[in-house]
């Protein structure tokens, strides 16, 4: 468990959203939304990954809100491809991070769910930080992200995922000339080396 953590429930499109809210022992310097690998394939709020990012953004000052997409836990309707999902996301940013600096990160199906809610909140001007993590590149269509964003934006995905393969991203990111940090001899859930994800997610979010 993460120090600090609170139960609550957010409206969706289709019912009750179940997430968990963490606040850092400081004043936050903004809220952050994570959002947890493929639902159909026993993807939670719980997740390792999700709950090492989600540590990294509390230590780092962010009030962190993560939630289950719709069909998964206690939040109502079906999975939805990814489209129902990103109105889930969408919906949790304007409940629980309706002013103010906004960061937005992701896992596997959460990360390509993220790269479109960046391309739909960028122009407000409140992205701060992006963090995507292990992208599902090979599966499903990531937007590409806003050039400008590129500089406050943290690609991270293991040499040797299996799940999602590293070539897969690097053709996605390659046409928009977008950094992607390798973790050497990393697997897609980052097995014995969520403490370096933790500190390169932390590094991340103290760079200006």
């Known amino acids: ?102 960061a937005l990160a992701g896992f596997s199906f959460g990360a390509f769910v993220t790269t479109h809610a960046v391309q739909a909140l960028w122009a407000s001007g409140r992205v701060q930080k992006i963090v995507l993590v292990g992208t599902a590149t090979s599966r499903f269509d ?20 299996d799940t999602v393969p590293l070539a897969s991203v690097m053709d996605w990111a390659r046409p928009q000339v977008l950094p992607v940090t390798v973790v050497p001899g990393g697997g897609h859930f980052f097995h014995g080396q969520l403490p370096l994800l933790k500190s390169l997610v932390l590094r991340h979010l103290s760079a200006h």
């Open 1 to 102: 468990m993460i120090a600090q953590t609170e139960n609550i429930t957010l409206d969706g499109m289709v019912g009750p959203l179940e997430a968990l809210r963490n606040r850092p022992a400081g004043p936050a310097c903004g809220v952050a939304v994570v959002a947890h690998p493929h639902p159909l394939f026993g993807g939670t709020m719980h997740n390792k990954v999700v709950q090492t990012i989600t540590r990294a953004l509390v230590q780092a000052g962010w009030e962190v809100v993560r939630f289950n997409f719709r069909g998964v836990g206690a939040s109502a309707g079906e999975h939805d491809q990814g489209r129902g999902e990103l109105q889930d996301l969408l919906a949790v940013v304007q409940q629980a991070a309706p002013s103010g600096p906004l």
């Open 142 to 161: 990531p937007a590409p992200l806003p050039p400008e964003s590129h500089e406050r934006t943290l690609v991270l995905h293991g040499e040797q995922d």
